[in-house]
């Protein structure tokens, strides 16, 4: 257990939908980064928020964004979802900015139909 | 840019010693770090090497050369929950931003 929980764990959606991901980091930590994994890669850097700002992105379209809360708990909204969406999303929160060690949760598997 | 390298899967046997390497290219470098992710579950955190050398975590050691961009995880007396994906990463400018490779599947048989 890491402490870092993410909900839905599955979720079913329809392509050109919109969907919501939730992340609640371990307690105090201000860091959280959002990856997404497909089946049988390695997770790919979405983004990541430091005290509710934005702190660098990866290589993924505007309809990929996100928001960090005042408790640094964190969102990954999807819109105009598309089948290659279909992938396990990850967040993992870190205590401070400079940290090394980085906490995962466990996941919520997304599949676009 | 970023690039990393690992073979894809590996099979070893329960009690045995098994390397897994690992070659990366990137801009800048602020270490390198090795993750175990098991079937459906969070990856978690195995080592961080930033100085040229061996580290050693009880059956876990990690290697790192800064000049041959190679790193690799020693994994000894292998145990049947060893078997899981190991995934390589180096940091993109800073920490928990990271560039993952695609990960070593581990497959332990008895």
């Known amino acids: 257990e890491t402490g870092v929980t993410q909900s839905p764990t599955h979720l079913i959606k329809t392509r050109g939908q919109q969907v919501t991901l939730r992340c609640s980091s371990q307690?105090?930590?201000?860091?959280v980064s959002w990856y997404q994994q497909a089946l049988g890669q390695g997770p790919q850097f979405i983004f990541q928020?430091?005290?509710?700002?934005?702190?660098g992105r990866g290589n993924f379209p505007p309809r990929f964004s996100g928001l960090q809360f005042p408790n640094y708990s964190s969102e990954l909204n999807v819109n105009a979802l598309e089948l290659d969406d279909s992938a396990l999303y990850l967040c993992a929160s870190s205590l401070r900015l400079a940290d090394t060690e980085a906490f995962f949760g466990q996941g919520t598997r997304l599949t676009v139909v | 840019g970023q690039n990393i390298d690992q073979p894809t899967e590996m099979t070893a046997t329960e009690g045995a010693i098994v390397q897994i390497n690992c070659t990366y290219q990137t801009s800048g470098f602020n270490g390198l770090f090795w993750y175990q992710q098991h079937a459906g579950e969070a990856p978690t955190f195995l080592s961080y090497?930033?100085?040229?050398g061996l580290e050693e975590k009880g059956r876990f050691s990690s290697f790192l050369s800064r000049s041959k961009g190679y790193s690799y995880l020693l994994l000894k007396e292998l145990q049947m929950k060893d078997s899981a994906s190991y995934l390589c990463?180096?940091?993109?400018?800073?920490?928990?931003?990271?560039?993952f490779g695609s990960g070593t599947k581990l497959n332990v048989k008895p």
């Open positions: 307690s105090g930590h201000n860091t």
């Open positions: 090497n930033v100085l040229d």
């Open positions: 990463a180096v940091p993109l400018r800073s920490f928990n931003k990271f560039y």
């Open positions: 928020y430091y005290r509710e700002e934005e702190n």
